[in-house]
């Protein structure tokens, strides 16, 4: 049974910062990638972060140079740290624990997400 929980969503104002974590429970990190996504309301699902198997990280244009994720292993757990956040950065954020590569060290999404954590910024 594979489990993913979220914490850290909430309301902030704007230029504010907020932590996201994802523990995973069920899988484990050996093989995988992991990633930060992010849906608002009448907005396609889009990829916000991610870390791969090799600790590089990528992000969306749109947060770069605001948001960092990292990863600790040994406790299963996913991090976005979200700074100088903006309202259009409001939105329900979901981690995804990535599919298992044999090759490669990317990140490729799985069908393994978490609850959802919604993280709302005033104006």
């Known amino acids: 049974q594979v489990q993913l929980v979220e914490s850290g969503g909430g309301l902030v104002q704007a230029g504010g910062s907020l932590r996201l974590s994802c523990v995973a429970s069920g899988i484990n990190f050996s093989g995988r990638g992991m990633g930060w996504h992010r849906q608002a309301p009448g907005k396609q699902r889009e990829l916000v972060a991610a870390?791969?198997?090799?600790?590089?990280?990528n992000y969306a244009d749109s947060v770069k140079g605001r948001f960092t994720i990292s990863g600790d292993s040994a406790k299963n757990t996913v991090y976005l740290q979200m700074n100088s956040l903006r309202f259009e950065d409001t939105a329900v954020y979901y981690c995804?624990?990535?599919?298992?590569?044999?090759?490669?060290?990317?990140?490729?999404?799985?069908?393994?997400w978490g609850q959802g954590t919604q993280v709302t910024v005033s104006s």
């Open positions: 995804n624990a990535g599919r298992r590569l044999i090759g490669g060290t990317g990140y490729s999404p799985s069908d393994y």
């Open positions: 870390i791969g198997i090799g600790g590089g990280t």
